[in-house]
């Protein structure tokens, strides 16, 4: 058990969140963007991974100033002030913080107890990517925390918590904490049942730690007799051990506390083991009290499931469960239920099921929440299984297509069968180019399309598939499916059709990829689009790309080089400004005369022009204007400078360019006064002097 210190601050800021090895990818970075805007999402950061769990979170600090983020390993911490934690150190810890895609500067950590200081922008997301190694040995996996802390104030900005997991601990047992608060102070049952679904467990117990106090509070008995248990308000960590069959991995039970005096429960659920999973909806609604329906049926397609059951729960209490081929009817209550499944495919093979929980004859969850049809696939298979709607029966085209990244998939590596009612009514493989299968006899319903895909030597490889009904202009099924430990797959949007630029970058952390290890590819994610895709990406600078409205998937190929076990890499997809130009000639005349204009916009599909200044009254340039053209302004007819600006959209991004024309004098027509009068000529001069003159010597003569 957890002692000391360790114990108090791991209970506290429990984060459950282990991350396999294989990549962490912040989707929330990855955000669509919506009509009009030029930026696909904001620059990524993600981490691919070989053997490392890695572990991603963000953090937005709402004010400017410095900031100071430490990572420690708990285990390494208890040992080094003389305690004992029972968890196991790691043999290697990583930290960097990233922000917009790019690295901060200053923030890589290595090892447990290191720190380091950077400047934070108030509003700012930053991303704190970690990777940690565990040792070999370790069974009861590791606690990690990491906190951003204010430099000036020393108040926290960020704490984190969170678990990875021991190399060896076995799938079939669980043993881990759920948060308990209690606000009123009183007598509580505490329950734990064995729900026996699929079997029964092994073992189950349970016990209760004050997270506030870090004192033992009481053990948990397996049953849903509980004796009441005095709980002070605060804050506790309700800890189960449950151990599943090994037969067959997988396990459920409940967990309820309650008040004896009655009321509402404080907590209140089933906790699956092993291989135990939820249907796609958290939660189903059942809005009253009645009779539901739960079947389970395998499709046997291509083969028949190794096993196949299902079970629903509402809370702690288990109301029904079936097995493959079962259907069962019982009462549910009014409130939010739960349904569960385990299913695992025959080892080496692949299998489709169906599991439906009705009321009436109707289904209870939202078939777009919870498909009709789910699959089943053993990872060791080379089979990728995808369930089909078919509105209407007629003849369907299958469209497999080799997208050759890394490296094309050998020849005989890539096929596809479709299956409905158990039985294959197509088949095919690519050898070159894409391959298009007719299915000529598809009723309505549900098919299957089961695609057996082997890269080869280079341990992976992509293909899209598509199936394609007569007459539809959209496919019933599109996919692109990435198959190897190192390949991650990045969806976005395109609103508007135009040149982007697509920046992928290797962030060197905790070390470079290997050479010829790093690159991608962008491929619209539709089998049927144009030629011209897939459009390969490079680490390094940013690459032009001319991208047609649509959905997109980039694809990075990241293989951590010798003796890393990680690395990062950040991805960006934006639209580049137009390049505006701008000219006058001449720049500078006199009044009466005229200037050229003269532009050109590239990356634009829209320009407007605007002035300011002594503006000629025939001015043409004022409004909408091509991207590229010429327009005579003038003549000129009052002195000062007239600036014109030319401002150009492309991509929803916009730039400007200008050019200024000096004006010197003023033309007559330009230039009055309220005694009347335009500029005066050369002999209006001439004679006013001459006339001065005369006077002069007459005024002389009669002196």
């Known amino acids: 058990m957890l002692t000391g210190w360790v114990?108090?601050?791991v209970i506290r800021r429990w984060s459950l969140a282990v991350a396999v090895a294989g990549f962490v990818l912040v989707a929330s970075q990855a955000a669509v963007t919506g009509s009009g805007l030029s930026v696909p999402f904001t620059p990524i950061a993600a981490v691919i991974s070989s053997g490392a769990p890695g572990y991603t979170f963000t953090f937005q600090p709402t004010a400017t100033e410095s900031a100071t983020v430490t990572l420690t390993d708990l285990a390494k911490a208890a040992a080094n002030s003389g305690g004992s934690s029972g968890l196991t150190a790691l043999t290697s810890l990583n930290l960097v913080v990233t922000s917009n895609g790019a690295l901060v500067p200053g923030t890589k950590l290595n090892g447990s107890g290191t720190s380091a200081s950077f400047a934070v922008t108030a509003g700012t997301t930053y991303q704190v990517n970690v990777v940690g190694v565990p040792d070999p040995a370790a069974t009861a996996g590791n606690a990690v925390t990491v906190e951003v802390t204010s430099s000036s104030l020393g108040a926290t900005i960020h704490s984190h918590s969170f678990v990875l997991p021991g190399s060896t601990l076995p799938q079939s047992v669980y043993f881990q904490s759920t948060a308990l608060k209690i606000t009123q102070a009183g007598n509580y049952s505490i329950s734990l049942l064995d729900q026996q679904f699929p079997s029964a467990l092994t073992n189950l117990s349970g016990l209760i730690?004050?997270?506030?106090?870090?004192?033992?509070?009481?053990?948990?008995s397996v049953g849903m007799a509980a004796l009441p248990t005095a709980l002070p308000a605060g804050n506790y960590e309700v800890y189960v051990y449950a151990q599943a069959n090994s037969a067959l991995p997988a396990g459920l039970f409940g967990l309820k506390v309650a008040p004896t005096a009655g009321g509402s429960a404080v907590l209140d659920t089933?906790?699956?083991?092993?291989?135990?999973?939820?249907?796609?909806?958290?939660?189903?609604a059942n809005n009253a009290t009645q009779t539901l329906s739960l079947s389970a049926t395998d499709l046997a397609e291509p083969t028949a499931l190794s096993s196949l059951n299902a079970a629903v729960t509402q809370g702690a209490a288990l109301l029904g469960m079936v097995g493959a081929g079962q259907n069962a009817t019982f009462s549910a209550p009014a409130g939010s239920l739960q349904l569960w499944q385990v299913v695992t495919p025959t080892p080496g093979s692949a299998g489709a099921y169906q599991v439906a929980l009705t009321a009436?004859?109707?289904p209870l969850c939202d078939p777009a929440i919870c498909p009709a049809v789910g699959v089943a696939v053993d990872p060791t298979s080379n089979l990728h299984l995808y369930p089909v709607t078919v509105a209407t029966a007629g003849s369907v085209n299958?469209?497999?297509?080799?997208?050759?990244?890394?490296?094309?998939?050998?020849?005989?590596?890539?096929?596809?069968?479709?299956y409905q009612g158990g039985a294959s009514l197509g088949s095919g493989t690519v050898s070159t180019g894409p391959l298009i299968g007719s299915i000529p006899a598809v009723a309505a319903g549900t098919g299957v399309l089961a695609v057996n895909a082997t890269p080869g030597a280079q341990s992976a490889g992509v293909y899209s598939a598509a199936v394609i009904g007569t007459g539809n202009a959209v496919p019933l099924f599109s996919r692109i499916e990435t198959i190897g430990a190192n390949l991650v797959s990045v969806p976005f949007s395109v609103n508007s059709a135009g040149i982007y630029t697509i920046a992928l970058s290797d962030l060197g952390w905790p070390g470079f990829f290997a050479n010829q290890g790093f690159g991608g590819f962008i491929y619209q994610d539709a089998p049927t689009q144009s030629t011209g895709f897939p459009v390969a990406i490079y680490g390094g600078a940013?690459?032009?790309a001319t991208l047609p409205a649509g959905n997109y998937i980039a694809t990075i190929n990241g293989t951590p080089a010798a003796g890393q076990v990680a690395g990062l890499y950040s991805l960006a997809v934006s639209a580049p400004a137009p390049v505006v130009t701008l000219t006058a000639s001449p720049a500078a005349v006199n009044a009466g005369a005229t200037s050229t204009l003269t532009w050109s916009a590239t990356g634009a599909s829209s320009c407007v022009g605007s002035a300011t200044g002594p503006v000629p009254s025939s001015s043409k340039f004022i409004g909408a204007q091509t991207v590229s053209g010429s327009d005579v302004e003038g003549p000129f007819t009052t002195a000062g400078s007239v600036v014109y600006t030319l401002t150009c959209t492309g991509t929803g991004v916009s730039s400007a360019a200008t050019a200024t024309v000096t004006v010197t004098g003023n033309s007559s027509s330009g230039n009055t006064s309220s005694g009347g009068g335009g500029a005066m000529s050369l002999v209006d001069l001439?004679?006013?002097?001459?006339?001065?003159?005369a006077r002069l010597a007459a005024r002389r003569a009669r002196a």
Do not use: C, E, H
Request: aromatic residues 8%; glycine residues 10%.
């Open 270 to 284: 089933s906790v699956p083991v092993g291989l135990v999973t939820q249907a796609p909806a958290s939660a189903i």
């Open 7 to 9: 114990k108090n601050r």
């Open 398 to 418: 299958v469209v497999l297509t080799d997208l050759q990244f890394p490296k094309s998939f050998p020849g005989g590596n890539l096929g596809y069968n479709f």
């Open 209 to 220: 730690l004050n997270a506030d106090t870090s004192a033992f509070v009481s053990k948990v």
């Open 542 to 544: 940013a690459q032009p």
């Open 360 to 362: 009436n004859g109707s």
């Open 686 to 693: 001439l004679l006013v002097v001459t006339g001065l003159a």
